[in-house]
């Protein structure tokens, strides 16, 4: 089996493979305090709740937007599993070309986005990650990742207009049945909601036409939920898209491991 683990700002998502087949899924809270011990016995627990074993790990990759606790996951991996995880890194071989001004910019998980959309789903083709920031990445027929765009998160949107007022309330990241609110709630999620979908299907729109045809459209991440069914430009729906590119860079470089 292969671990794979996606650290984001919110949360590390991690997930067991054979090949591509899904073993087990989990989410847990990125925490920058926490040590390698606190983190690699939340995971022996969960191999072990769900009568899976440590030692069936035959391979771990890591894709990381967070540092700060990369070194402590390489720690953890090392103490618990007895053995350093890939790293997805400039050098790495992905399978696509990277068309960046410069590569090494781009987030590890846009290049598992990217990896998993082309080899899975095909090209030209858009997808976009819901996480704490929205994130649009294009790959082009030919398997080159073009590009895309960046924008606040459902849930940074929220919390920045909540934190830099100073009457307004707190509330629910829900879709109101009207997006003409009839009090100030209703507002907020009908303006941060219908206007977060709006700028999806406006970017969609552009970048098709950037591309110069019409393309697949994949989405993931937590908040995808919330807003595809409002946009039906958006064609799959695939939750473990960054963890599956995981798995397809692990496969083409783990010769080398």
Known sequence: MILTLDIGNTNIKTALFEGLELIKYWRISTNRTQTSDEYGMTLINLFRYNGLHPEDVEGIIMSSVVPTVNFTIEHMCQTYFGMTPMMVAPGIKTGIHIKYDNPKELGSDRIANAVASWELYGGPCIFIDFGTATSFGVVSGQGEFLGGAIVPGLKVTADAIVDRT?????????????????????????????????????????MKEEIGSDCRVIATGGMALLVRDDAPEINVLDGLLTLKGLSLIYAKNKQGV
């Open 166 to 206: 100073a009457k307004l309330p707190r509330f629910e990241l829900i879709k109101p049945l009207s997006v003409i609110g009839k009090n100030t709630v209703t507002n907020l999620q009908s303006g941060i909601l219908y206007g977060h979908i709006g700028m999806v299907k406006y970017l969609i729109s552009r």
